[in-house]
T-cell receptor, first 118, second 117 residues
Framework: NAGVTQTPKFQVLKTGQSMTLQCAQDMNHEYMSWYRQDPGMGLRLIHYSVGAGITDQGEVPNGYNVSRSTTEDFPLRLLSAAPSQTSVYFC?????????????????FGSGTQLSVL | QQQVKQSPQSLIVQKGGISIINCAYE??????FPWYQQFPGKGPALLIA?????SEKKEGRFTISFNKSAKQFSLHIMDSQPGDSATYFCAARPSFISNFGNEKLTFGTGTRLTIIP
């Protein structure tokens, strides 16, 4: 199993450009989420989804869009990149709890995308 | 507003020693407290987790101590090894509510642990 796959691994953007960070998981997890990791700030939740067609905002959603058309994929879109969005982005998924309820108790993280916005 | 405060920011421990990382929280609705381990260039991975119905949980050399009244929990790494050198994140999550998935996991700011020979 590949687990959680993120692409690209590295990306450099100019201010104002848009791009999509890809995330795919092959574990049939209902719960998927995006975090950004910044020095001294830990991991901050951007958006999350508890299933196809269902998304919600996390702690720092501004400037980012998500959609969940399939269980496997959860892309993160930067609409107009800003230098403040320079960060390492992690996608994570989690299996369902007992009873089939989506759960974030054990997150499986991808290897990250390092994004620089100039 | 930082809901989970983690300390220290960095820690250097000699091989064979005990590494201790502390976290404190404010939200009394938190009921699940995991620790994640992250190696350079990798995503974090779940290391160990505890619920507030117990005061301690041990898995191998890793132990979580939980103090509900003080709203604190800590990670102890016994017999620390160079391979334990990584960044460690504590986290907390409020109790499960009727709208599943709404309980968001909040992470601490991380501790960079270095084990020296």
């Amino acid at each position: 199993n590949a687990g959680v796959t993120q692409t690209p691994k590295f990306q450099v953007l100019k201010t104002g450009q848009s791009m999509t960070l890809q995330c795919a998981q092959d574990m049939n997890h209902e719960y998927m989420s995006w975090y950004r990791q910044d020095p001294g700030m830990g991991l901050r939740l951007i958006h999350y989804s508890v299933g196809a067609g269902i998304t919600d905002q996390g702690e720092v959603p501004n400037g980012y869009n998500v959609s969940r058309s399939t269980t496997e994929d959860f892309p993160l879109r930067l609409l107009s990149a800003a230098p403040s969005q320079t960060s390492v982005y992690f996608c994570a998924s989690s299996y369902s709890a007992q009873g089939g309820m989506p759960s974030n108790e054990k997150l499986f993280f991808g290897s990250g995308t390092q994004l620089s916005v100039l | 507003q930082q809901q989970v405060k983690q300390s220290p920011q960095s820690l250097i421990v000699q091989k064979g020693g005990i590494s201790i990382i502390n976290c404190a929280y404010e939200n009394t609705a938190f009921d699940y407290f995991p620790w994640y381990q992250q190696f350079p260039g990798k995503g974090p991975a779940l290391l160990i987790a505890i619920r507030p119905d117990v005061s301690e949980k041990k898995e191998g050399r890793f132990t979580i101590s939980f103090n509900k009244s003080a709203k604190q929990f800590s990670l102890h790494i016994m017999d620390s090894q160079p391979g334990d050198s990584a960044t460690y994140f504590c986290a907390a999550r409020p109790s499960f509510i009727s709208n599943f998935g709404n309980e968001k996991l909040t992470f601490g700011t991380g501790t960079r642990l270095t084990i020296i020979p």
